[in-house]
């Protein structure tokens, strides 16, 4: 299994940044794709960045131009450096990863750290 760990999250205000980082470990074997999903109080699970591999990313349209997305391969690491941050940005922001490991493909899922943008 893969464990995922967050940290960074914490409370800012608008206009502010803040950067998250979420690292894996334990039987990983291959990773593919990494990414962040949010989930604000009474909203659904949401994609907020994702990249593969070989760095391919992809963005929700409410964050383009303000969040980057990226990773270490060597480290198993993925990062979300997030500027101009909003209210409506506040939400609790989960890790995952999808990895291969003995030709059978696992998706984990790290805690959450809350992200909390103040007007």
């Known amino acids: 299994q893969v464990q995922l760990v967050e940290s960074g999250g914490g409370l800012v205000q608008a206009g502010g940044s803040l950067r998250l980082s979420c690292a894996a470990s334990?039987?990983?074997?291959?990773?593919?794709?990494m990414g962040w999903y949010r989930q604000a109080p009474g909203n659904q699970r949401e994609l907020v960045a994702a990249?593969?591999?070989?760095?391919?990313?992809n963005y929700a349209d409410s964050v383009k131009g303000r969040f980057t997305i990226s990773r270490d391969n060597a480290k198993n690491t993925v990062f979300l450096q997030m500027s101009s941050l909003k209210p409506e940005d506040t939400a609790v922001y989960y890790c995952?990863?999808?990895?291969?490991?003995?030709?059978?493909?696992?998706?984990?899922w790290g805690q959450g750290t809350q992200v909390t943008v103040s007007s």
């Open positions: 334990g039987s990983i074997g291959r990773i593919n794709d």
């Open positions: 990249i593969t591999s070989t760095g391919r990313t």
């Open positions: 995952y990863a999808n990895n291969v490991l003995d030709m059978t493909v696992f998706g984990s």
